[in-house]
T-cell receptor
Framework: AQSVTQPDIHITVSEGASLELRCNYS??????LFWYVQSPGQGLQLLLK??????LVQGIKGFEAEFKRSQSSFNLRKPSVHWSDAAEYFC?????????????FGKGTHLIIQP | ETGVTQSPTHLIKTRGQQVTLRCSSQ?????VSWYQQALGQGPQFIFQ???????GRGNFPPRFSGLQFPNYSSELNVNALELDDSALYLC????????????FGPGTRLTVT
């Protein structure tokens, strides 16, 4: 069964500093990988996705993520964070083999931005 | 383009009762998936509906059931509510049955007392 691990429950970053959120996945084949952001009281917003091809993917709001098959990782990065980036971030894996198993999410990383 | 909408926003029920949550999919999307997000956890897949039939299911008991209507909107029904059913219930719509490009609604917060 597929699984996602987000090792960091909380991360605190100063405004303007760079950010990296870690994500490791377990999946037998090439996965579909996603990062979502959730602000308090809101649903999930898709930041970016990886299906195949270039392992560095660009998303919205200045985020990017790199797929590293050898490390089973899909870490999210941003060169300079803004106070509005404070939120909960979820990494998810989807079934690239077809079917309807839904997305499997990690437990999330809570991002705190210090002024 | 209209996004995914859910109703109600909040709901309080008593243990043993039944509840129905509603979701309207994004324009042009024919597939609806439901997720349960307990406090402090990531969303967990409940099931997916496509062409008015259940197309896939996660590890949830049969008292969780659903419907999809010809206009692609959907309902999630939960019978015999338990305290552990307290959670944010998220609906996501997509075009087709693959699990990517899912667009989420704001969720319904269910509290079971």
């Amino acid at each position: 069964a597929q699984s996602v691990t987000q090792p960091d429950i909380h991360i605190t970053v100063s405004e303007g500093a760079s950010l990296e959120l870690r994500c490791n996945y377990s999946y037998g084949a090439t996965p579909y990988l996603f990062w979502y952001v959730q602000s308090p009281g809101q649903g999930l917003q898709l930041l970016l996705k990886y299906f195949s091809g270039d392992t560095l993917v660009q998303g919205i709001k200045g985020f990017e993520a790199e797929f590293k098959r050898s490390q089973s990782s899909f870490n999210l990065r941003k060169p300079s964070v803004h106070w509005s980036d404070a939120a909960e971030y979820f990494c998810a894996v989807g079934d690239s083999g077809g079917g309807a198993d839904g997305l499997t999410f990690g437990k999330g990383t809570h991002l705190i931005i210090q002024p | 383009e209209t996004g995914v909408t859910q109703s109600p926003t909040h709901l309080i029920k008593t243990r043993g009762q039944q509840v129905t949550l509603r979701c309207s999919s994004q324009s042009g999307h024919n597939t609806v998936s439901w997720y349960q997000q307990a406090l402090g956890q990531g969303p967990q897949f409940i099931f997916q509906y496509y062409r008015e039939e259940e197309n896939g299911r996660g590890n949830f008991p049969p008292r969780f059931s659903g419907l999809q209507f010809p206009n692609y909107s959907s309902e999630l029904n939960v019978n015999a509510l338990e305290l552990d059913d307290s959670a944010l219930y998220l609906c996501a719509s997509s075009s087709g049955t693959r699990s990517y490009e899912q667009y989420f609604g704001p969720g319904t917060r269910l509290t079971v007392t």
